[in-house]
């Protein structure tokens, strides 16, 4: 009843007078393994997760493009496509809108005039890419109801080159490439380089428990910039097109004379990079232990070498761990500075974790934590 594809067709109706023409969604993810490598030129492996942003569209004749976003109060956008699109002068969600119209024009896309209206249940500022969503629900929505020709890997570096540019936030591909092009029960090896990809089957005997810590994030922008910056700032150093082609050995054996902070942000991206490829290939083969050691090596050189973790989000990730033991993994998942944690485990252990969580993370952090069993979902497309 209160599922997004329904407020946004509910409100359609009520708005617009007439039924929706056509409905599309576009999911958030959740990143299993392979943090800030993305904008390395290196690997990836998320998946797609059962909470999406869900857009109800109206065709029109004209060049007028009308929004109404469900969520902010059915607060409303209208711009012309004959226009040029600048940004809207006080609602920040237009500009994920304008922004990935924008350069869907630019990319010389045909476009005529649309009636929107966009709901969705992506927890937000969770670190669970309910921006990249959005954009790629926009960029779906042009798609399929003018039949555009365009790929879901153009989709992805469309609504990443909005966020970029119009929006602001310089993100790296992984978050809108899994939503466009995400397959249902499948996680995505992804080389954010050549944007090729492999999917990995997910074993059907492990649950994606996705954990809120409700941390306020502070400061994600500045510091993700700050690291983007250390990165090439390394990569410089080394003399690499970027860290993606830097090995274990050359790291070491060429450090001196780079700052010790750069050096820590770089080991962590070689490391990743290894972990990442090893992580697809236990997944496949539903080597659990294996992926339980990646990702705790993962989460302590997040944690030690590249600074993203935080005390309650570190927490969480002890009180997981210590339940499940070796039969799956944990790890921080996204940005960092808050968010979300990220666990692979067997199913029967669910409730006795999920209780652990309410019993101890409160206590220790005097915050809720709030728990989701995803299902890996199908990308973009029409519901
Ligand atoms: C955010 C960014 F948007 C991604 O591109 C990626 O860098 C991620 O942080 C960290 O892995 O979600």
Known sequence: ??????????????????AADLMIRAPGRVNLIGEHTDYNDGFVLPCAIDYETCVAIGLRQDATVRVIAADYGEERDEFSLDDPIEHHPDQRWSDYIRGVVKYLQARGQPLRGLD?????????????????????AIGQAFKEALNLDISQAEIALNGQQAENLFVGCNCGIMDQMISACAKPDHALLLDCRSLESRLIPMPMDLAVLIINSNVRRGLVDSEYNLRRQQ??????????????????????????GLDEACYRRARHIVGENGRTLAAAEALANGDLPRLGTLMAESHAAM???????????????????ARIGSEGGVRMTGGGFGGCVVALLRPERLNEVIAAIELEYQARFGLKADSYVCRASAGAGRL
């Open 1 to 18: 009843m209160n599922h997004p594809s329904h407020r946004a067709s509910t409100l359609f109706q009520k708005a617009f007078g007439r």
């Open 231 to 256: 990165c090439e700032t390394a990569a410089r150093h080394y003399g690499v097109r970027a860290l993606r082609d830097l090995d274990d050995a050359t790291l070491e054996a060429n450090k001196a």
């Open 303 to 321: 944690r030690d070498d590249f600074e993203i973790t935080v005390p309650p989000i570190d927490g969480l990730v002890e009180i997981i761990k």
């Open 116 to 136: 929107l209206v966009v709901s969705g249940n992506v927890p937000q500022g969770a670190g669970l890419s309910s921006s990249a969503s959005l954009e790629v």
